[in-house]
């Protein structure tokens, strides 16, 4: 849509007592251009990142990544995960794992899961990789977890926007009744097999 950032993660951050630290850096950007993803296309590739804190001993970000490519691979699909063992937070143990698919077409889908107590490092990767697989037998084109956070941006962008996804979360509707309310914008949501449409038009 135009808009230019960079992350860098300094220090991985846990419940409960977090202390994460991240610099975000947002370029000037004076016009958003709309969304437009109407289809799924092809898929290129699939790639992970796989991360945990003070937990290297137990292996857990290998057993996590290798239960999430298994379980991927079992369906099909192939993907790279990076592995990564972190003591850059000394204050909370902790685990996490991310995928994320992208396709010909500029659809970029994710999925994550995080550690816990009591929770097997197996299961988390499993959890990730089911939750991604849904996203791509549904062949959205906006995962569940980034369709309401962008709406405020498609409000704003200039000219019509469209994308698919395959819920409506209690999140999503009250970002379109939102917007629509503030910002003097028409979306439109048509039910398509098992997917939603969700379309910005001009008012």
Known sequence: MGLKTGLTIHKYGY??????????????????????????????????????????????????????????KDHG????????????????????IVLFTQTDCGVLLGTDEIGGLGKSSEIVGNNAAKKLLKELKAQATVDINLADMLIPYIALAEGNSIFLTR?????????????????????????????????????
Request: aromatic residues 8%.
């Open 15 to 72: 419940y409960p007592k977090g202390m994460g630290e991240i610099s975000l850096v947002v370029q000037p950007c004076k016009k958003l251009s709309p969304l437009h993803l109407p289809q799924f296309g092809k898929k290129i590739h699939t790639n992970g990142l796989s991360v945990c804190t003070f937990l290297k001993n137990r292996k857990v970000a290998d057993r996590q990544a290798k239960a999430a490519t298994k379980h991927l």
């Open 77 to 96: 699909y192939d993907v790279q995960i990076k592995v990564v063992y972190d003591s850059s937070n000394p204050y909370q143990k902790g685990s996490s």
């Open 167 to 203: 819920s409506m979360t209690e999140h999503l509707s009250t970002n379109i009744w939102l917007t629509q309310k503030l910002l003097n914008v028409n979306f439109q949501i048509k039910k398509s097999g098992k997917l939603y449409r969700i379309e910005k038009r001009p008012s």
